[in-house]
């Protein structure tokens, strides 16, 4: 019976790159029977990731920029392979994609999904409502873990939280299935010379609040590429405010510290602004939900917008330039924009 069990243990989850530093980073994974399970890679020690179910081992001592395989490893032997890349810790050339509104784990979504997947990027970042109708325990798999399966297991993953993500238990069932960095509903990653900041848009930024605080300090740190990231868009329709206090606290800053771009979510489009005071405003909220035919009444005036098509953004940086493209499923590029490094 004993050998039966440990013969039956799979995979129901994962695994995930995850809080991808220039010397650590986190591969999580679930498996169907409760027992120890490791992450071995190729030369180095074998890392413990624990002994119930759900499995999280710490890889510590990484190269800058080097890329890692690895196995996950049960009671019974191997349970899948993957691979990642550590941050590079100058300027170098990397991938990274933007998506959002991702959808409830219908074609729509799998098919954006393989487009990113198509394209190996470095990491994945989400610009939230990762999961539809809302982010609870029961329905991650079917939104995310599942669609991105492919993905997860070759390109660290960094999420934002969105307003769907949040209707279940304040976004507990998620921060509890991924372990970003920092506070998780806000922190701040660098990959090479571009730093990004995740900020989460359901939670205040007010004046004194912990969240504004954090921003004032990661917004400032220098770096020759700044990002940031979250879910609701800065500008508001008449009387449907989404975010109180997030133009009036967080838009500034953007401006002052010298972000180059925005990323957002929420609008079921691909919308990117006219630059405003330097910074380029871009929607993607186009993963996999219902997509919106009304993108001019949640957009700022003389925007590019694409609508009626899923997608999502590709961003090649080379050293001192950085490439983006908003890409459909379709393979087709519909957008493309250029910047340079200040």
Not at 28 to 52: D, H, I, M, Q
Not at 129 to 158: C, H, K, M, Q, T
Not at 236 to 254: D, K, T
Request: hydrophobic fraction near 40%; aromatic fraction near 8%.
């Amino acid at each position: 019976m004993i050998a039966e069990a440990v013969a039956a243990v799979t995979l129901t989850r994962g695994p995930v790159a995850e809080s991808v530093t220039r010397r650590s980073a986190i591969i999580s994974f679930r498996t169907s029977v409760a027992g120890e399970a490791s992450v071995l890679l190729p030369g180095r020690a074998r890392v413990r990731a624990g002994s119930g179910v759900d499995h999280v081992a710490r890889l510590t001592g990484l190269t800058p920029g080097r890329r890692y395989a690895y196995r996950v490893e049960g009671q019974s032997g191997a349970l899948a392979d993957g691979r990642f890349r550590a941050a590079p810790a100058r300027a170098s050339r990397f991938t990274f994609a933007v998506v959002g509104d991702s959808g409830s784990g219908t074609t729509n979504e799998s098919d954006v999904a393989s487009l990113i997947g198509s394209w190996h990027p470095d990491f994945v970042l989400t610009v939230g409502d990762n999961a539809y109708p809302l982010g609870s325990a029961g329905l991650l798999d079917r939104d995310i873990f599942r669609p991105y399966a492919a993905v997860l297991r070759e390109s660290a993953w960094f999420p934002a939280l969105g307003n769907h993500d949040v209707k279940a238990e304040g976004g507990k069932p998620e921060l509890e299935a991924f372990h970003s960095l920092g506070k998780e509903r806000w922190y701040r990653f660098t990959w090479g010379n571009a730093a990004v900041v995740v900020l989460d848009s359901d939670t205040s930024v007010a004046p004194g609040s912990p969240q504004l605080r954090f921003a004032r300090r990661a917004l400032a740190r220098r770096s020759c590429f700044r990002f940031a990231a979250w879910h609701h868009p800065p500008w508001e329709p008449p009387g449907r405010p989404h975010s109180p206090g997030l133009r009036r606290n967080i838009v500034p800053l953007v401006q002052k510290d010298g972000v180059r771009v925005v990323f957002v979510g929420h609008l079921h489009a691909y919308a990117r602004s006219r630059p405003r005071d330097g910074v380029v405003y871009v929607a993607v909220g186009t993963g996999g939900a219902s997509l919106d035919n009304d993108a001019r009444k949640l957009t700022i005036p003389s925007a590019r917008i694409v609508q009626g098509h899923f997608g999502a953004l590709r961003v090649d940086v080379v050293r001192r330039k950085a490439h983006l493209r908003y890409v459909t499923v379709d393979g087709r590029v519909r957008d493309r924009f250029s910047l340079s490094c200040r």
